[in-house]
Nanobody, 122 residues
């Protein structure tokens, strides 16, 4: 059974940066797509950024130009850095993982973490 664990959330001032980490491990098959989603208060969960094991990335317009996603296949980890944080970046950030490369485009991930809270103060 794949376990997905996020870390790195917390309280950050607007204009600052944060780095979130995700570890997806334990399955029989390799995880080929990992993505970050977030859910802000009163809003639906939305895609933030994703990456395949081959290095293809996809980024939401809301963080494009001020974010970077990377992964270490050997350590089953993926990281998301967001710079120039805004109060609207506040939310619970979830890491999602799937064995299918197609998940990056379809948004259909089988494995999800519990989420980590990010609060950006103005």
């Amino acid at each position: 059974q794949v376990q997905v664990v996020e870390s790195g959330g917390g309280l950050v001032q607007a204009g600052g940066s944060l780095r979130l980490s995700c570890k997806a491990s334990g399955g029989r098959f390799a995880i080929n797509a990992v993505a970050w989603y977030r859910q802000s208060p009163g809003k639906e969960r939305e895609f933030v950024a994703g990456i395949t094991s081959g290095g293809r990335t996809k980024t939401a317009d809301s963080v494009k130009g001020r974010s970077a996603i990377s992964r270490n296949n050997a350590e089953y980890t993926a990281s998301l850095r967001i710079d120039r944080l805004k109060p609207e970046d506040t939310g619970v950030y979830y890491c999602a993982a799937d064995v299918s490369y197609d998940a990056l485009d379809s948004g259909k991930y089988e494995y999800w973490g519990q989420g980590t809270q990010v609060t950006v103060s103005s």
